[in-house]
Structure formats: C-alpha cells, structure tokens
C-alpha cells in the first residue's frame, strides 16, 4: 500500500481503505473477541470494591484491551497485523524513516450501556511536553516522528477531527467551544465514516472527538508507531510494550520487536551521552548529540525541551524519598502510565543522584522561561483544555542561548 506523506502534512489525517486485507477480518475478528474474554475476567477479578462486578469493562465509557498484555500464541495475529505492510509499512512510509517501530496497541471497545459522547481534545500536554506551537511546526518543516492510528473491525464513524488543527493552536472559537460545550460537534469538524477493515491515519495533536459511546458493537484497533531515524525527534518515543509478551509470537515478529527494543536502547545511549555531555558543559558533544536525535536542523529547540521533562523525570526517580515510594505513587510522581515506567526507571539507573541534579541544573533556565509561559497564558493547570494555550516556544531562546546558560 503506497500512500503520500504529504497528504498527512496538509490535512493531519488520511483515510485509507481495506488497511485490513479482507482475507484476514474474520479472523482477527473472532481472535481479538477471544481477548476481550480474556480481559474482562482480568477486569471483574481486580475491580475495586466500589466498583460494579465486572470492574472496567462494566464502568468505562470506552473499555480499552491492552491486547498484547493477553494475547497467546493462539491469538497472535492480532500483534501480527501490527507489524504489517499496511500498517508499520505505512507509517514508516508517512514518516519517512529508516526505521519505524510500534508503541501502543490497543483495542477500543464499547460500553455496557450508553455514555454519550466524550469531549473534544487533543492527545497532547503542552505543559508536560513542549509548548504546542513548537512540537506543530516541528511536525509541519520535518515531518511527523508519531502517527495514530484507528483500524474498524465492524463500520464506525464515532471518530471525529477537525482537519488541520494539528497545526495551529485553538482559534478563540474553538477554546471557547471545548470549555462551553466540549460534548457538542464542534463548527469544521467531520466525521470520519469507517468499513469494517478500513484505517484512518492521523496526527493526534489535531482536535478529534469520540462522538458517542453507546452500546452499538465497536471492537476499533488503536496503534501507535513511532520513527527511529527520521528528522524529528518523537513526540511519543517510549513503548506501552516490554518484551516479555513476544514468547507468544512466531519466531520472525519476535525478532522484529525485539528489534525494536535495540532501536529503543541505542536512543537510550545517545540521550545518555547527550546528558553527560550536558552536565559536563560539553557543547559540541550537546549539538552533536541532539542532531542525532533530531537530524532535521530546524526546530531542535523542541528536542531540548523534552529533554528537559526526561531529565526532570530522571531527577525525581533519583531523590531517596521517592525512590521508597511504592511502584504506583513513583508512577505518579513522574505522570508516567504504568506500561511505561519501567523504561523512565532503567534510564533513570544509568546516573548517579548527583549526576542527576547536575543534568538538571543545566536546564533551570529554559525551564524557568517555560514556567513564566505558563503562567502567562495559562489560568489554570489542572484545566486540560487550558493547557493547550501554551503555545510559544520561549522568545529569543535558541540552541546556542541554552548552552550558554550552562
């Protein structure tokens, strides 16, 4: 399946039909319904006394199936198809990568009963990543690192976005709509009408909307890939993935993920390096570090901002007293999710404490203008829709500025 990048950087999504080959729908039909199954015993044996029986699969809105966290080798096809030429083949091509490896898999179902809609938003934290502006035109001048996907199993047509506004921030119209009336469909959005095996491929800063979670059968893959080698660095770059669940596949998709996770370690080694260098004012081995993770000269700034979070992540997971915390509240104290932590506490083990709070020393000053940002433009923090209004990279703030504030 041949598709254009730059379709996917005009319009911030493509639809693309018969992602599933229709040789293979009915079977990953009945094996994914086979997870399900299996997932909801999961669910009803560790729901919360509060919760109803069944736990998640009887209380949320949008039940979703980590699947590779219970598949076997029975149902392996459903991982299987992850790797595909229509789907890690695609996403290397919009790209346009030398290598390409998926994040997230999951299985989107529906509700018990009838939720409604969910509110428009953007799968992004400008506060907790890099100021919105910055990762867009990042994404506009070289190219997306991560692109989302939804892949129907049965017709959908839940999914809805506003085409383009991935790349600018919310009109006053739109800010307005998402604290007034979040659960409305929103002026220039459309739905995108899914059969049963197609795909929509998208970026996931564009405003986008689950437009009613009722009880109408709904079994939608949700994928996430990112790029190793292209010229922006991932605003997704971590997996909601360890390798022990590929002893269920076939030995060729097992030597592929576990590709993956070299590709995964080798970037883990030159951030590694790249942080040294920081902590030891080292600025050609700086620059030369963040052009091998951000090979695309413009916009490298955005690269040093989220090395900025990595490093806070790092700092925090170093501190004696959060290091006794129980695995959930560690968790928490880095706003990480629990299919990812354990990948922020091996890199975190690659430095000293001392080490740690050197790194982070290092980037006081471009977290100080990023802190003042925020406090500029954003009224309150805990508001989801607010943070979105972060939207400026700081102001005469560049590469060569960040090192001479070393």
């Given at each position: 399946?041949?598709?254009?990048?730059?379709?996917?950087?005009?319009?911030?999504?493509?639809?693309?039909?018969?992602?599933?080959?229709?040789?293979?729908?009915?079977?990953?039909?009945?094996?994914?319904?086979?997870?399900?199954?299996?997932?909801?015993?999961?669910?009803?044996?560790?729901?919360?006394?509060?919760e109803k029986p069944g736990g998640v699969w009887t209380t949320s809105a949008q039940p979703r199936v980590f699947f590779d966290e219970v598949v076997?080798?029975?149902?392996?096809?459903?991982?299987?198809?992850?790797?595909?030429?229509?789907?890690?083949?695609?996403?290397?091509?919009?790209?346009?990568?030398?290598?390409?490896?998926?994040?997230?898999?999951?299985?989107?179902?529906?509700?018990?009963?009838?939720?409604?809609?969910?509110?428009?938003?953007?799968?992004?934290?400008?506060?907790?990543?890099?100021?919105?502006?910055?990762?867009?035109?990042?994404?506009?001048?070289?190219?997306?690192?991560?692109?989302?996907?939804?892949?129907?199993?049965?017709?959908?047509?839940?999914?809805?976005?506003?085409?383009?506004?991935?790349?600018?921030?919310?009109?006053?119209?739109?800010?307005?709509?998402?604290?007034?009336?979040?659960?409305?469909?929103?002026?220039?959005?459309?739905?995108?009408?899914?059969?049963?095996?197609?795909?929509?491929?998208?970026?996931?800063?564009?405003?986008?909307?689950?437009?009613?979670?009722?009880?109408?059968?709904?079994?939608?893959?949700?994928?996430?890939?990112?790029?190793?080698?292209?010229?922006?660095?991932?605003?997704?770059?971590?997996?909601?993935?360890?390798?022990?669940?590929?002893?269920?596949?076939?030995?060729?998709?097992?030597?592929?993920?576990?590709?993956?996770?070299?590709?995964?370690?080798?970037?883990?080694?030159?951030?590694?390096?790249?942080?040294?260098?920081?902590?030891?004012?080292?600025?050609?081995?700086?620059?030369?570090?963040?052009?091998?993770?951000?090979?695309?000269?413009?916009?490298?700034?955005?690269?040093?901002?989220?090395?900025?979070?990595?490093?806070?992540?790092?700092?925090?997971?170093?501190?004696?007293?959060?290091?006794?915390?129980?695995?959930?509240?560690?968790?928490?104290?880095?706003?990480?999710?629990?299919?990812?932590?354990?990948?922020?506490?091996?890199?975190?083990?690659?430095?000293?404490?001392?080490?740690?709070?050197?790194?982070?020393?290092?980037?006081?000053?471009?977290?100080?203008?990023?802190?003042?940002?925020?406090?500029?433009?954003?009224?309150?923090?805990?508001?989801?829709?607010?943070?979105?209004?972060?939207?400026?990279?700081?102001?005469?703030?560049?590469?060569?500025?960040?090192?001479?504030?070393?």
């Amino acid at each position: 399946m041949k598709v254009d990048p730059q379709q996917l950087i005009d319009n911030g999504y493509i639809v693309l039909r018969e992602v599933v080959p229709a040789n293979q729908l009915e079977a990953l039909r009945a094996n994914f319904e086979t997870l399900v199954e299996k997932q909801k015993v999961i669910w009803a044996r560790e729901r919360k006394p509060d919760e109803k029986p069944g736990g998640v699969w009887t209380t949320s809105a949008q039940p979703r199936v980590f699947f590779d966290e219970v598949v076997d080798a029975a149902t392996a096809n459903t991982v299987e198809f992850c790797l595909h030429a229509n789907t890690l083949g695609v996403s290397q091509q919009l790209m346009r990568a030398p290598d390409a490896a998926i994040t997230l898999m999951a299985l989107m179902c529906n509700p018990v009963r009838d939720h409604g809609p969910a509110s428009w938003h953007r799968d992004i934290d400008p506060t907790g990543q890099a100021p919105l502006k910055g990762m867009q035109m990042d994404y506009v001048k070289n190219g997306p690192g991560y692109v989302q996907w939804n892949i129907p199993l049965y017709d959908d047509s839940v999914f809805w976005l506003v085409p383009r506004s991935y790349c600018r921030p919310n009109t006053p119209e739109e800010y307005q709509h998402l604290l007034s009336r979040p659960q409305e469909p929103m002026p220039g959005g459309i739905p995108i009408e899914l059969s049963a095996g197609d795909g929509v491929v998208y970026s996931h800063m564009g405003l986008h909307w689950g437009s009613n979670y009722s009880t109408k059968l709904r079994r939608t893959v949700h994928l996430g890939y990112r790029a190793f080698g292209g010229d922006s660095y991932p605003i997704v770059d971590h997996f909601y993935w360890n390798l022990e669940f590929t002893q269920h596949l076939r030995a060729e998709a097992r030597a592929q993920f576990e590709y993956f996770f070299q590709l995964q370690q080798q970037q883990s080694n030159v951030i590694e390096s790249t942080f040294h260098a920081i902590r030891n004012k080292d600025a050609d081995g700086f620059r030369d570090g963040v052009a091998k993770l951000h090979p695309g000269e413009e916009e490298r700034m955005v690269t040093v901002v989220f090395l900025s979070k990595l490093a806070d992540k790092v700092r925090k997971l170093k501190d004696p007293e959060i290091r006794k915390l129980p695995v959930e509240e560690r968790i928490g104290e880095i706003s990480a999710h629990r299919l990812n932590f354990h990948l922020y506490e091996d890199f975190a083990d690659r430095f000293s404490t001392e080490d740690a709070e050197r790194i982070w020393k290092r980037f006081s000053t471009l977290y100080e203008k990023i802190e003042a940002e925020i406090a500029r433009s954003v009224p309150d923090r805990t508001s989801r829709v607010m943070r979105y209004q972060l939207t400026d990279m700081p102001s005469n703030f560049e590469m060569e500025d960040f090192i001479r504030s070393w």
